[in-house]
């Protein structure tokens, strides 16, 4: 469970904002390998801000929740927040701002 909300679900929504937000722009002027590479190193830097931003709010959001063995509950709300919270932003985001802030708009 520790590993599971350490390491790929931090990748996974890192993974989202870098591909799916930035468009995959972040290094567009780069070549392969080394912008896949790149954008690699920048999904787990984005995932791992985003569960260490959610993992100092825990406490304000929900107060102190028990980590480990036997409920996992801080690993099952970190999870669950990432989800809940990061998805509806994103979507926001997309759809009625038109990807702002994450895309250079037009003049």
């Given at each position: 469970?520790?590993?599971?909300?350490?390491?790929?679900?931090?990748?996974?929504?890192?993974?989202?904002?870098?591909?799916n937000m930035?468009?995959g722009s972040?290094?567009?002027?780069?070549?392969?390998?080394?912008?896949?590479?790149?954008?690699?190193?920048?999904?787990?830097?984005?995932?791992?801000?985003?569960?260490?931003?959610?993992?100092?709010?825990?406490?304000?959001?929900?107060?102190?929740?028990?980590?480990?063995?036997?409920?996992?509950?801080?690993?099952?709300?970190?999870?669950?927040?990432?989800?809940?919270?990061?998805?509806?932003?994103?979507?926001?985001?997309?759809?009625?701002?038109?990807?702002w802030p994450?895309?250079?708009?037009?003049?």
């Amino acid at each position: 469970m520790q590993f599971m909300v350490t390491v790929p679900i931090p990748f996974i929504f890192g993974t989202i904002v870098t591909l799916n937000m930035l468009e995959g722009s972040l290094f567009k002027n780069r070549k392969q390998p080394l912008k896949g590479l790149l954008s690699a190193i920048a999904a787990v830097l984005i995932g791992t801000g985003l569960s260490w931003l959610y993992q100092s709010l825990a406490a304000i959001v929900t107060g102190r929740l028990h980590a480990g063995p036997p409920s996992y509950d801080f690993e099952i709300w970190l999870a669950s927040a990432l989800l809940a919270v990061t998805f509806p932003f994103l979507i926001i985001s997309a759809v009625f701002f038109n990807f702002w802030p994450f895309r250079q708009q037009d003049s």
